[in-house]
């Protein structure tokens, strides 16, 4: 099988590709639009490219160039490559609630992908909840640990009674597989979490007990609008995801 692969450098993809090493791969960073040549032939395509999380200093059109029309591009590229399968990578927002400029740009993109089912056999939409495991320095799990790891203050945005549903990112890289190597026509959208609702101050207090480490603990406020709750609702598309306690005891070494 052929696939292409958009965001080859980044976090989920790091963990992806060591497992579809056997497959052709064709690699499509940032810089590689228009992406038709490297679209030409495949079989699939992934697209996990794009500027993650609302970010202050980045523009607005950056955020719908690199978001929104490059994910038009590699639509477009596969609809002239006759390519079957396209798996996009959204987020959770988009069926809880848009609350940032990346939200609104993944919703956007989602329409565009919903515009092309008429174009490609198979579109599939991922919806991410909050993603976290090794290699990861951006999310909130990540950034925790590695206060606790450094025994330097870590910082809570807002109350720290905000949810989320962690998942860790192998389980993301299975529901990838499955969507990849299914049989079937799915050509519809999944949400992709645990179903396990934790607060962020939970979240710390676990770390704390796992890790045996207490670091100061400092507020500040949210740089942007969030989520003020995330659950994935049941049935999950992974079953038995890595439980959030596992998650951080591989992370944290006990």
């Known amino acids: 099988m052929k696939i292409a692969v958009t965001g080859y450098r980044g976090f989920i993809s790091s963990h992806l590709l060591p497992e579809i090493r056997g497959e052709q791969l064709s690699l499509i960073e940032q810089d590689d639009y228009p992406p038709n040549e490297r679209v030409e032939g495949t079989d699939a395509v992934i697209h996990l490219g794009a500027i993650a ?15 929104v029309k490059r994910t038009v591009d590699l639509l ?16 959770c927002a988009v069926s809880l609630g848009v ?27 991922l919806r991410l909840y909050n993603v976290y495991g090794e290699g990861d320095s ?45 049989g079937e026509m799915l050509n519809r959208s999944f949400e992709i979490g645990t179903g396990q609702e934790k607060s962020v101050s939970e979240l710390v207090n676990m770390i704390f007990l796992i890790s045996g480490k207490k670091v100061p603990i400092e507020y500040g406020p949210l740089p942007y609008k969030q989520l003020e709750k995330a659950r994935c609702p049941e049935p999950l598309f992974v079953e038995n995801p890595v439980r959030l306690k596992e998650g951080l005891k591989l992370l944290l070494r006990v």
């Open 99 to 125: 609350r940032n400029i990346y939200d609104v740009t993944k919703l956007q993109a989602e329409q565009w992908c919903e515009a092309y089912r008429g174009y490609l056999d198979d579109i599939v939409i």
């Open 138 to 182: 951006k999310s909130v799990v990540a950034k925790f640990v590695s206060a606790v790891k450094k025994g330097t203050p870590l910082v809570i945005h807002g109350t720290g009674k905000q949810t989320r549903d962690f998942i860790f990112v192998k389980d993301v890289v299975r529901a990838i597989k499955k969507v990849l190597y299914s």
């Open 53 to 67: 999380g609302a970010n202050p200093d980045i523009s607005p059109y950056e955020y719908f160039e690199y978001n």
């Open 76 to 91: 477009e590229a596969a609809r002239l490559a006759k390519t079957k399968r396209f798996i996009f990578i959204s987020t």
